[in-house]
């Protein structure tokens, strides 16, 4: 590929401290349809050891949809370290238990 520009998927990645948890976290994917319009999925794991992965899905943003019914992806959806810990806060209030074992559990993040 001598002279040719390679764009690779954009990753981010960081951690966070969430009641004495070190959390960290990953982004899998941006907005997208597969067999439906799935929004930003961010990869959550307590640090150390083997535990239980939690996946935040987001809502696909309503803004992004034409008046002709068809999905407009946005390129570079925005969110921070406040927004991942928001959505970890509903998953534990909802069940999540960072220190369990076990299969990744999807939680889709309700929209706000």
């Known amino acids: 590929m001598h002279g040719q ?8 990645e960081g951690s966070l401290t969430l009641d004495a948890f070190k ?17 930003m999925r961010i990869s959550v794991r307590a ?9 935040l899905e987001y809502p ?6 034409k008046s002709t019914g068809l999905p407009h992806f946005p390129e570079r959806p925005k969110f921070s370290a406040k927004t991942i810990e928001a959505g970890i806060r509903k998953a534990i209030a909802a069940g999540y ?3 369990s074992r076990g299969k990744a559990l999807v939680f889709q993040v309700p929209e706000l």
């Open 23 to 39: 959390m960290v976290w990953k982004l899998i994917s941006e907005p997208q349809a597969v067999e439906r319009l799935v929004g």
């Open 5 to 12: 520009k390679r764009y690779g998927k954009r990753s981010l």
């Open 97 to 99: 238990d960072p220190t």
């Open 60 to 65: 696909f943003p309503q803004k992004a949809i």
């Open 47 to 55: 640090d150390g050891g083997r535990n239980r992965e939690l996946i």
